[in-house]
């Protein structure tokens, strides 16, 4: 039997299509949102650390001694933080017992101790902490400064070599330079050892002074050591202490002084060779 109107399904046909795509679309973006959606849910679970300052300046720190300060930092996630390692880049630097876990919305801190050195100078350290953080799971931190010194030695130790040719004016200076807001005064000087004389040389009173060092005469062949110490009114630096060294050569050296040979036999006898200059 033929259908009634022929023309009914080619009409109808290309809506059919339309709707059928559409419903494919629509389950296609079903798909893709609940995709979205678990990935976005699964993005959430996760720590976020936050530093409050991540650069410590401790401006200017006195030679020799130890500062302690701390790194505070934050969760922000939506997990714990865990922080696993700190790792530092010198080490005069040491990191104490940090908050090795934080909750959402927690804070930590990790205290570090800087050992300043004896050498004057600025100076940039580095701390590396390791955590779980997916977006960033090592956050490098800065600490940085200036070392410096009441009073300045340069140089720290006063080495003198002497050969049998070298001038009978050799010595060496000592510059002292002060590095406070007040001028200061030398109390008295004090030598250990009959090996040096010196003398004090004022270029600047209260700021800057020199010390002139030479051996003392007729020295032995050797190696002579020594100390000189300063007594000032700086209240920082009361004290300087310098060490001396004078090295008198002799006119030959041999190195190594003695030569063994390996023995030799001819018929019985065994012959040694040694050599003694």
Known sequence: MKPKNPHILPIYL??????????????????????????????????????????????????????????????????????????????????????????????????????????????????SVINNDPTQPSVVLQLRGEIWKPIQVDPQVAAIYITPDSDPNTHVLINLTNNETAPIEILSTDSEGSNFQYTLITNNLGWWYQIQIKPAPQLPIGTHQGKLTITTTSSNCPSVSIPVIVVMRPPLTVSPPTIHLPAEKIGCTTFIYDYHP
């Open 14 to 127: 290309p809506r059919l299509l339309l709707v059928g795509l559409g419903a494919s679309l629509i389950a296609m973006l079903g798909i893709c949102s609940e995709s979205e959606s678990h990935q976005t849910n699964t993005a959430k679970q996760a720590p976020k650390i936050v530093f409050f300052n991540p650069v410590i300046d401790l401006g200017r720190v006195t030679a020799g001694i130890s500062v302690k300060c701390e790194f505070l930092y934050s969760n922000a996630g939506n997990a714990d933080l865990e922080i696993t390692d700190v790792r530092l880049s010198c080490g005069c630097t040491t990191a104490g017992e940090w908050t090795r876990k934080v909750p959402p919305e927690g804070t930590g801190k990790l205290p570090i101790e800087f050992h300043a050195s004896l050498y004057p100078g600025m100076f940039i350290k580095t701390v």
